[in-house]
């Protein structure tokens, strides 16, 4: 329950420490978190995908959620597509269907590691021929951008291998390299190409763009446009993820986001669940870097199995919002104080401090202010959104297998 009286309290408290509330507030609202269409249909693991009532079915459905996400949390205002799982013929009219549920086209993701021709790869293949048609579905995916409105390419590949010896590591970087060349050319004049990585799976002795380094060096010898995409689930244990975010925000190349949460391995779990201090570390550098972190793109990359899925999007977008508002906290000419005089723990205490503080009011405040519900998850538990799609779209079956 929002009660203003706490509002009242934290805001003068954070304004005694020299905090400008209105601004935070500010930027709070201003906040952007974009769902993944995936999210809302059925998904799981590679052992079960469970059928959820309600699921969404189909592109148009799934853009509904990500309305009714908006309309609850008001910090979602677009959705990223897979392509071809969210294919359909009249892109354009998609993209008018999508702004009717009160959201925008966000992200392109080709898809080019589910197709019998992908099991050695796409666009690292050693047959020219494959990795022609890879790239021939990254450039119809450039053209979907344009249609749509989209100015992101997000590209993730399976490619690697899983024995030493089986390929030529040197020879697939090449083709890996050409083939992005080639797909940059196509990207429209103000896109951006987000370039992700990850250090295993599917394959398992060696994956094509394993971490950041090789993300950014690619980037690098592609141009201006091409920047990495940071998976919060895709680096091996105890990986500082901040750090990597800092060195990429500073070299101008840290492209976006894919959030989720781990504790084992890839496990697109809620984002900010087991993982809250990781984030709000995050969340520091992105706001100590000032005006360097404005085009960073905010998405989501989760896998909902057993969790109810509208629940699961939107305390994930809370989950963001939550490590953000606490970022915002962090008094930063205190913070740059105790660094430059050495004092180690007295930094920590800086942050420390910002974390510990509960921020639940000042995001009541802010979503009342806009014209929300204070309490987004209370609205959706008590709403029968989720009843009424389970009746009208009933229970589809669920392929088996991670997702699709
Ligand atoms: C791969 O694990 C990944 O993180 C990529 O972003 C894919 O596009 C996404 O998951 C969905 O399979
Ligand atoms: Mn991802």
């Not at 013929?89 to 197709?115: H, K």
């Not at 050695?120 to 890879?134: F, K, M, W, Y």
């Not at 749509?148 to 291998?161: C, E, K, V, Y």
């Not at 697939?172 to 250090?199: C, D, N, Q, V, W």
């Amino acid at each position: 329950m929002h009660q203003a009286a706490d509002y009242e309290r934290l805001a003068e408290r954070l304004d005694a420490q020299g905090i400008d509330v209105e601004e935070v507030k500010d930027r709070l609202k201003a906040q952007h978190i974009e769902t993944p269409s995936w999210g809302y249909g059925n998904s799981g693991t590679r052992f079960k995908v469970y059928s959820w009532p309600g699921a969404a079915r189909n592109i148009q459905e799934k853009l509904a959620d990500a309305g009714y996400v908006q309309r609850l949390t008001g910090v979602a205002p677009t959705v990223a597509l897979h392509i071809p799982w969210d294919k359909v013929d009249d892109w354009e009219g998609l993209a008018q269907f999508a702004a009717e549920q009160g959201v925008g086209i966000g992200a392109i993701n080709p898809n080019v590691f589910q197709e019998e021709q992908y099991r050695l790869g796409s666009i690292t293949n050693p047959s020219a021929t494959v990795r022609e048609e890879a790239v021939a579905h990254m450039v119809e995916c450039c053209e979907i951008m344009t249609l749509t409105g989209s100015d992101l390419l997000s590209l993730w590949f399976a490619d690697g291998s899983n024995y030493s010896g089986q390929d030529s590591m040197s020879d697939r970087k090449r083709r890996m390299e050409a083939a992005l060349a080639e797909t940059y050319r196509h990207l429209p004049a103000s896109g951006r190409m987000l370039i992700e990585y990850k250090f295993f799976e599917p394959g398992f002795y060696h994956t094509d763009l394993a971490d950041w380094g090789m993300a950014y060096a690619t980037a690098l010898k592609l141009g201006e446009q091409a920047q990495v995409l940071v998976d919060t689930g895709h680096h091996a244990q105890g990986t500082n993820i901040a750090h990597i975010v800092s060195f990429l925000l500073d070299e101008g190349r840290l492209g976006g986001f894919h959030f989720n949460a781990r504790r084992y391995a890839d496990d697109d779990l809620i984002v900010g669940t087991n993982n809250p201090f990781e984030l709000f570390e995050i969340f520091c550098e992105l706001v100590s870097a000032g005006s360097g972190a404005d085009d960073v793109a905010y998405m989501i990359d989760q896998s909902h199995n057993i969790e109810p899925k509208l629940e699961a999007m939107v305390l994930s977008v809370v989950n963001c919002q939550t490590a953000f508002a606490k970022a915002l906290l962090v008094d930063q000419e205190a913070l740059q104080e105790r660094q430059l005089s050495g004092d180690v723990l007295g930094g920590h205490a800086v942050l420390a401090a910002a974390f510990e503080t509960d921020v639940r009011p000042l995001l009541a405040q802010a979503r009342i202010e806009t014209g929300r519900d204070p309490d987004p998850l209370a609205v959706l538990r008590a709403d029968d959104y989720s009843e009424r799609v389970a009746r009208e779209r009933g229970t589809i079956e669920a392929s088996g297998g991670y997702p699709g």
